[in-house]
């Protein structure tokens, strides 16, 4: 890159270093939070906020066991999506139908079968020969205006640790952002959260 030579040895080192700095200062935030202490980190108040969080499986292998996979086991992994939003409010529903894409009853049938496969899992057509049905275009149709917010900011929080753990975690960065004091509020999960 720069002519500097750095061994395979120096950059993990650097990265169990910075990922340690890392962990104490998320583990630092999260006392702060308990003991109401934790200082936001921007005077700005957003008008709508969302968190979404899922969960899911992940395959760790034993810490320090050298190349190759040694103790294989499955893991959760939480992770949580904050973000700050911006848009209009509206008296009525903006979009009171489902969208189009979803009023296809074939259409909706591949789709709830290809949620109940495991991730990377094949589904198998009904009828192989036959097309599936061309993508929707994404975004809104010329002349129409976006009613959807716009997203602002985007912080993730994610962990391998429990979810009694991961809660406060979670509280810890929505406090630290002023989730608590906007306006419009929104939590997405799906029902294990």
Known sequence: MAGIDVSESQVRRLAHDVGRELIEARDRKVVEHRRRQLTPRTEVIPEAVVVEVDGGRIRTRAAGAGPGVHEAQNKEEKVACLATLSGPTFAADPCPEPPESFQCPRRVQRLVTQMKGSAGEAVAQENPGE??????????????????????????????????SFGPMMAAEAQERHFYAAPRRAFVADGSA
């Open 131 to 164: 097309l599936a049905p061309p993508a929707p275009p994404v975004g809104a149709p010329e002349g129409i205006a976006r009613w959807s917010p716009k997203r602002l900011v985007r912080t993730c929080v994610a962990s391998m640790q429990t979810s009694t």
